[in-house]
């Protein structure tokens, strides 16, 4: 293959001051490749290594860091040990270290917060002690319905004090949605507030809440927090409470000591085929992998300021709350990233002097067809790294960044997701970044690529595998005793290996491409065709603004239908669409090239902002999509029916 040109290098003063380094030395590896291969041969030691150099604190010490009687999911991580999560998160109270921010909060409606360490473990501990008089213990679970806001985060916390399970969805999920996810989890105590804003507009919660609590019987106490700045109306809402009344007094903080595996999150898959898988991560897994990742390689160091654009309803928020133990300040925005003609989040970048700043890669290319460059407009002298993640980062978006953002930064375009809670692969701040590239696969993770016959490729496109346990893994589905649900969902496909979902391949510098999601593969002719391929060449054209793309059965065969949402002022007429089907061909192969393009207005996206390839696949085939309250806009799926040039050879 090709190689991908480099876009960046640290330099060697940069490189050697990143804690990669640091570790790299310490366990006597010379190169980044040679400390990977270490990290997957030798897990536990590695694993142990982690720990130490992370400053993990076990309240009790492991009687074996890995057990593995069988194949991968036989496996144990830490048996015996215990730590309390929390704990962890707010280990930068103490001393003068509890002074500095913890939480910068930022609104779309010019609101600004902030909380201090110090403040953060006050507020935890003040609400901990609520909830455990609010009677919850051990194991219950505790929902959050909310905005991006502080509130969240103290929550979060306090639940996992005192050992509950902290699930949570962004507000603009519909009644059903919520029900969906935490209907199956049967929540004691609800935490909700009253609204949110969102471009421009305040939309409210409480009709969405009263509707859950109507439907969720366990349901004992909602708590609703004052966002929008309203007074509370809490008629019509049993057993709620104000923020600041269920709060109450101040309280010593109290962190239980759980076993390693204990839950600490559920969270969902997409629920686009029905009712959403109930995904339970365990503390310590999650503790380990986010460390590891914030850490190593992101260099996230004390004192830095990190931003993820993110809703409760997204892992990326999780990981993002991670980051308060490698003693960052989180900087959490709620509303829209496209507010104030696109450019809020780099005037908060400006404003807030962010290092880190996380984002989508739809977002990276919408700023690109809206022509911001924000790097001429606003001084983001202060970033080191942009993060990118939800769909594969398309080679044009790096170029973006490196001319219109900043020349100097490590682009790390990751990718991992909810299932894991963390990254397969991810960035390093050891390593050139290439064009088109994911920088490399992360530590501790045994990632290959498999062909249908489960045989390991480099340089070829396959199914992203892992084949050795990582202590992420989720601790199991809820609500599924025998783990029937769970080993369908990732051990099938190849016995006893973690299969991802993900179409990719693993160029031969050890980087990583990922070409789609294997269930959205096209399949003409009987070659397995990534969507992202296709995306990555029409989004180049100015006139389209974004694209999907499916398989259609015909004539005994499956051909590609390309559907484009065409730039204002922009017509799809057959001059475009040959140029569309050239930069295809040009840069991919014929099979490759779409049957049909066909435009739309829009396209339908989860609330986490995906596109939904099997949605629309469904609707062109006339059979009906499971479950559009997944869908951030379900009303998009109208302009796939009855589409009359389908119909057509």
Known sequence: MTENPVLWQPDER???????????????RESYAELHDWSIGNLAEFWLAHCSFCDVKFSKSPHKVLQQPGDMTTARWFDGAQLNFAEHLLRYASGP????????????NGARSETSFEELRRETAAVAAALRSAGIQKG???AGFLPNCPEAIVAMLASASIGAVWSSCSPDFGINGVVDRFGQIEPKVLICADGYFYNGKRCDSLTAVRGVADVIASIRQIVVVSFTGGKLELAGLRNAISWDDFRGADAAPQYLPLPFDHPLYIMYSSGTTGVPKCIVHGAGGTLLQHLKEHVLHCDVVAGDRLFYFTTCGWMMWNWLASGLAAGATLILYDGSPFYEDGRILWRIAEEERINIFGTSAKFIAAQEKAGIRPGEEFDLSSLKSILSTGSPLAPASFDYVYAAIAGDVQLSSIAGGTDIISCFAAG???????????????????VHIFDDQGKSLIGKN???VCTEPFPSMPVGFWNDPEDRKYHAAYFERFPGVWAHGDFAEITP???MIIHGRSDAVLNPGGVRIGTAEIYRQVEKLDEILESIAIGQNWDDDVRVVLFVVPRKGAVLDDELKARIRKVIRDNTTPRHVPAKIIAVPEIPRTISGKI???AVRSVVHGAPVKNTDALANPEALRHFTNIKELQEA
């Open 14 to 28: 940069r490189a050697g001051a990143t804690a990669m380094h640091r570790f790299m030395q310490a366990q006597g």
């Open 509 to 511: 510098r050890g980087g």
């Open 428 to 446: 390093n701040p050891l390593l050139p970044v290439r064009r088109g590239e994911l920088q490399c696969l992360a530590l501790g993770m045994a």
């Open 462 to 464: 396959g199914e992203l």
């Open 612 to 614: 939904v390839e099997l």
């Open 140 to 142: 219950d679970r505790v």
């Open 97 to 108: 270290t509890g002074q500095r921010a913890a939480i910068v909060f930022r609104g779309e």
